[in-house]
């Protein structure tokens, strides 16, 4: 039944059997279910976020908010407590200047297919052991990793192989990165004003790979 009209001029509606009230549609484009799928979906092929805003209709702090919680709700965790080999690679971009870069670590099971969990920060030993605090639960029988000091550093020797030979796939994974992340891409334009932003948007790629989803 009618119950009156909204401040925005749109007609308001209440149910005679639960008392909700409600309207035939929805006054602000971040309402719509539909358009934070849109902006994942996008997020997941390389689009930035003034792409997103564009393509759903959501303004720049509605599509940054729907990213920050969306990732609060997903985690990037193993699905298997055994793995016979993972590999480890780093990355970097920029966050707020090209001045300052941040590193992604992460770890690459081949066999599987799926990265069971990542860290960010400086390149050096502290963020590995952040990474390796997330992978210390895992049964994995060897590490694979380049020749960084860090590595032999942290890693545990007797599992621990050494050389560009041993990563050959996780070439591959960065190009993948590279065309799926713009943020990623090298001489790029486009980066992160904040940390939980590009935070944010990486989990959240990541977690769609893992899933299989078929926006990746």
């Not at 001029?9 to 009230?21: A, D, I, L, P, V």
Request: aromatic share 10%; proline share 2%; glycine share 6%.
């Amino acid at each position: 039944m009618c119950n009156g009209v909204k401040k925005t001029g749109k007609q308001n509606y209440r149910c005679k059997g639960c008392g909700r009230q409600f309207q035939d549609s929805y006054q602000y484009a971040g309402c719509i279910v539909q358009n934070k799928e849109l902006v994942v979906k996008a997020l997941c092929r390389g689009s930035g976020v003034k792409d997103c805003c564009v393509l759903s209709g959501m303004s720049k702090v509605s599509v940054l908010r729907m990213i920050k919680g969306y990732a609060a709700t997903i985690a990037v965790k193993p699905k298997k407590h055994h793995y016979s080999k993972v590999q480890i690679d780093e990355q970097w971009s920029y966050v707020g200047k090209k001045e300052r870069k941040v590193w992604m670590l992460y770890a690459y099971a081949p066999e599987e297919d799926e990265i069971p969990g990542f860290a960010m920060g400086k390149r050096n030993a502290e963020t590995l052991r952040r990474l390796m605090m997330k992978l210390k639960q895992l049964d994995i029988q060897w590490f694979l990793t380049d020749l960084w000091d860090a590595f032999a550093a942290v890693l545990p020797a007797d599992r621990h192989l050494r050389g560009k030979q041993h990563t050959k796939n996780m070439e591959g994974i960065n190009t993948w990165f590279r065309t799926r992340v713009r943020r990623l891409v090298r001489r790029t334009t486009c980066f992160s004003k904040k940390l939980i932003y590009h935070y944010s948007m990486i989990k959240i790629i990541i977690h769609q790979r893992n899933l299989k989803s078929s926006y990746i």
